[in-house]
């Protein structure tokens, strides 16, 4: 949304009437924010309600009064210590955060589905000091990652959809694509590698990768490659981020590497099918997403399941 130099800033909010809960009066307001819609010339708004109250010198917000009710119980069980931290301090659940901002917005035709992992919590810092004023946002880099990563599963799914002319009738391409493999758990952060090692090298493209700097990403996959030449999941890597630059030969020279060291690896075969039906070579594609499927890579089963020939 754009304000026209000289043009008159419109009122966003709106008071709603109080009310009074537990013996504490609450104020309310109506929010309805301007957001463009993607392809259309139409504005569309995001609209939310706010409802505040102070309880012992905390300020209480919720969507509604029931919310509100809960938060004033909560609140009357805290016991007062003193404080000599910032001025407020707000840590939020990262994950239902973006749940409530994706529901408020408008739905749009490119619109898709989001499947956001586990995350952390986003902390807000609002502090006086000096006579001034500042404030922060803090977000666990890991979170961030996994943010992006989503987005651009997401975007890449829908791309998919849109392009399905490239492929035949029978080998739709709307599954999910090939991501870039950590060395760390799931659920457990990676350690940090002694800088100049392969590994190094790895993780630190792998981080571009992840931000979609995939131009970037190749240049340190190719020096964790120069330390080790038959590091399998650098090679894997970078034939990802050279299928993402549109250089299908390459991306495919590096992941057959990948899986002549590793024949037993689904996610490499996956990853080299998933390259060949980008090319347009639907049927050496299907020879490796059923090896795949075969050795338990869900994203390949998948595929298979809802790609499937139809009988004559």
């Known amino acids: 949304y754009h304000q026209a130099p000289g043009e008159p800033a419109k009122n966003l909010f709106s008071k709603t009437p109080e ?4 013996g504490n ?4 307001m109506d929010c309805e924010v301007p957001v463009g819609i993607p392809d259309t010339s139409a504005t569309d708004k995001i609209k939310f ?6 309880v012992n010198n905390l300020l209480l917000i919720a969507p509604n009064d029931e919310g509100l ?6 609140a009357a069980t805290l016991d007062k210590q003193p404080y000599d931290g910032p001025l407020m301090k707000m840590e939020m659940d990262l994950g239902a955060y973006i749940e409530a901002v994706r529901k408020m917005i408008p739905q749009t035709k490119g619109n898709t589905k989001l499947d956001m992992p586990d ?7 609002c502090d006086m000091e000096n006579k001034k004023f500042s404030n922060k946002y803090v977000v666990q880099i890991d979170d961030i ?25 029978e080998q739709s391409f709307s599954q999910n694509a090939p991501t870039m493999l950590h060395d760390a758990e799931k659920g457990q952060k990676p350690k940090p590698k002694k800088e100049g090692t392969a590994e190094f090298w790895l993780d630190k493209g792998m981080l571009y990768a992840t931000y979609g700097n995939d131009k970037e990403a190749i240049k340190y996959f190719k020096k964790s490659l120069a330390i080790e030449p038959d590091n399998t999941r650098a090679l894997f890597n970078l034939g990802l981020s050279y299928s993402s630059q549109g250089h299908y030969n390459l991306a495919i020279h590096n992941l057959t590497q990948a899986v002549s060291l590793a024949p037993d690896n689904g996610d490499y075969l996956y990853g080299l099918g998933w390259v060949y039906l980008l090319k347009g070579e639907s049927g050496k594609a299907m020879t490796y997403i059923r090896s795949a499927a075969d050795l338990g890579n869900p994203d390949a089963q998948k595929y298979l399941l809802t790609n499937q020939p139809k009988a004559e």
């Open 19 to 22: 009310s009074t809960l537990y």
């Open 25 to 28: 009066k609450v104020f309310g």
């Open 49 to 54: 309600q706010l409802r505040a109250t102070s």
């Open 69 to 74: 009710k809960q938060l004033i119980k909560m």
């Open 119 to 125: 995350l952390g919590s986003l902390v807000y810092t």
């Open 145 to 169: 990652k996994s943010m992006v990563a989503a987005l651009k599963q997401a975007q890449g799914t829908a791309v998919a959809a849109e392009d399905r002319y490239r492929y035949s009738a």
